[in-house]
């Protein structure tokens, strides 16, 4: 097995070493911005357009995008041109010994073994040799996913995101061993994080349900489903998936945080109930969650009790304690013990801008003005554009007496208000009394 600095070694040569020279034309620019963006059909389509004339010369990005598309007749030939130009392109002579691989010609796999000087390469040693022998179907298929698992084990390194050579590796490791179910759920996930859910959902399609990947390849489908933007058609298919997959809990889940997320919060609720009576390990969250469509809903006696049974189950939960403590504080309820809560939630997440919003809050409502206005500037400093926390900002100089400040922070949060904040009325009310003023 070869070390994984290595595989990194490989991963940073391919990745960052080729040099791309081409013309100026129309076509080369669209083809490249349209890998940039990972749009392989259209890379394939001005491909097939221009493949009569040298356009480019370098067609690293065709072929990738061909394999990538799983059209191997078309890598195939991409290959060739490539490697007519550069014997030695491993990119090629990987495309090219997949394939020979795929169709038992070792006289051809061997033939791309050696480079010019008769050298090995320790790529493709690693990939398609042991010991001096070729390995077996499966071996190869994973050492090929070993390249791409490796990217992953190394989150500092920049190329873990470069997706289109991570997608290229899958797709060949597929090719060799198309019941590499692993790859090909891997292959589903790359697509999903490049959001190109149709290709996704076509590539998790192609795992059977015997497979240890099923269910969570459905899962994902349900859970991309649930980024559409037609409420019915998303719905619809979500309820589908969780019908054929025997109500699984986990398809469940992503059907209630679909109807949360769109504000159905009364089918959401029905679903996180049914949830908590599995009482599952996570059935803390699924009362957190339940709460926040009861607050969201009005029902805050409700909400509370559900935050409440939240923290029962997991005592130091930092969002749940934010989301209680802030809805007693905006109740002016409990504000000392909101005040603790808050400051434990902070110290267990002190990134999270939210929980430094509540407790900036709970400063100002126990009066501590100065260090009200100090923790929700910080806030601002994180996240310049927040409501909110402007609406906020506004009220604690308002009540320091920094009035034109105030106003200046009310305008800003007025202006980049949308309906669904609920508070555009409440601020052009504020503004009317210091205009009056």
Not at 58 to 68: C, Q, R, T
Not at 421 to 436: C, F, P, T
Request: hydrophobic share 40%.
């Amino acid at each position: 097995m070869i070390k994984n600095y290595k595989i990194f070694i490989y991963l940073y040569f391919f990745l960052f070493s080729k040099a791309i020279l081409a013309s100026s034309s129309a076509s080369f620019l669209i083809s490249q911005t349209a890998f940039n963006n990972y749009d392989f059909s259209q890379v394939l389509y001005e491909y097939r357009t221009n493949q009569n004339e040298d356009y480019k010369s370098d067609y690293l990005d065709e072929l990738i995008s061909a394999v990538v598309t799983e059209d191997f007749r078309v890598a195939e030939k991409i290959a060739e041109k490539i490697l007519t130009v550069d014997p030695d392109n491993q990119e090629a002579k990987l495309v090219q010994m997949s394939i020979a691989y795929n169709h038992d010609k070792l006289n051809d796999l061997n033939s791309f073994r050696l480079d010019r000087l008769n050298n090995k390469n320790e790529l493709l040693e690693f990939l398609f040799y042991q010991n001096d022998k070729v390995k077996i179907k499966s071996s190869v298929s994973n050492s090929f996913l070993d390249i791409v698992r490796s990217s992953y084990a190394n989150r500092d390194v920049n190329y873990s995101q470069n997706y289109n050579f991570l997608l290229f590796y899958t797709s060949l490791s597929i090719l060799i061993n198309s019941q590499n179910f692993e790859a090909v759920f891997i292959k589903g996930q790359l697509l999903q994080l490049i959001d190109d859910f149709v290709f996704a959902e076509k590539t998790y399609l192609k795992i059977p349900e015997n497979s240890q990947y099923f269910f969570d390849a459905q899962r994902n489908i349900a859970f991309n489903y649930s980024r559409e933007s037609v409420f019915t058609d998303a719905e619809n298919k979500i309820k589908k998936i969780v019908k054929k997959n025997n109500s699984d809990y986990e398809l469940k889940k992503i059907l209630a945080d679909f109807y949360r997320i769109k504000k159905k919060y009364n089918a959401a609720i029905n679903l996180y109930t049914e949830l908590i009576e599995n009482n599952f390990e996570d059935a803390w969250y699924m009362f957190y969650l339940r709460g926040i469509c009861y607050e969201r809903s009005d029902y805050w006696n409700k909400a509370e009790k559900d935050f409440i049974e939240s923290l029962k189950l997991k005592r130091n939960s930092p969002d749940v304690l934010n989301y209680l403590a802030y809805g007693w504080i905006e109740r002016d309820m409990k504000i000392d013990e909101s005040f603790l809560m808050l400051t434990d939630a902070y110290n267990a997440n002190p990134d999270s801008y939210y929980i430094l919003d509540s407790l900036a809050w709970v400063y100002f409502k126990k009066k501590d003005y100065k260090k009200a206005a100090e923790l929700m500037e910080e806030v601002i400093d994180m996240v310049p554009g927040e409501v909110i926390s402007l609406d906020h900002l506004g009220d604690i100089y308002y009540a320091m007496n920094r009035k034109r400040e105030a106003a200046f922070f009310w305008k800003q949060a007025k202006d980049l208000a949308t309906p669904e904040d609920d508070i555009i009325e409440k601020i052009e009310k504020k503004l009317k009394e210091y205009n009056a003023s």
